[in-house]
């Protein structure tokens, strides 16, 4: 396994790329938290005035990178944060992947709420 997997995007889903990078070059988020950091959308290369490859963003020519101006980091603190990057890396790999760990918080909220509203059915009958 090479030391830098490569993520798929949870945005777009489409777009496979180097998890250190600060947005999608599919869909110009922020891998960590989905922020969209770019507007307006580029489609073209600039130099080329080919469009970009819609799965990897990259140009057929001169194979430059989508969003690849876009390095500062994003408000979540991606790509400086190594923490954020490590779970991203753990989870979103595109080879080796692990499946995140059960919420149980989300589950007992869940469970809170669907008891707290049949106890008001049952009060209201
Ligand atoms: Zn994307
Ligand atoms: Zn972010
Ligand atoms: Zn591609
Ligand atoms: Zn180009």
């Known amino acids: 396994m ?6 798929r995007c949870l945005g777009c889903e489409e ?8 947005v999608c070059p599919g ?7 989905g922020l969209r950091r770019v507007k307006p ?3 073209d290369c600039p130099e080329c005035e080919l469009p970009y490859c819609t799965c990897c963003g990259r140009c057929p020519k001169c194979a430059g990178l989508r969003y690849a101006e876009i390095d500062s980091p994003c408000e979540c603190g991606h790509p400086h944060n190594a923490e954020k990057l490590e779970d991203l890396i753990r989870y979103e790999s595109v ?12 589950i007992m ?4 709420l669907v008891t707290v509203i049949l106890l008001i059915l049952a ?3």
């Open 2 to 7: 090479s030391e830098f997997p490569y993520i």
């Open 15 to 22: 777009a496979i790329f180097d998890p250190t990078r600060a």
């Open 27 to 33: 869909c110009g988020r922020c891998p960590v938290c």
């Open 41 to 43: 959308e580029i489609k």
């Open 95 to 106: 080879v080796g992947a692990e499946s995140r760990p059960f919420d149980w918080g989300c």
């Open 109 to 112: 909220v869940i469970l809170a």
């Open 123 to 125: 009060a209201l009958r």
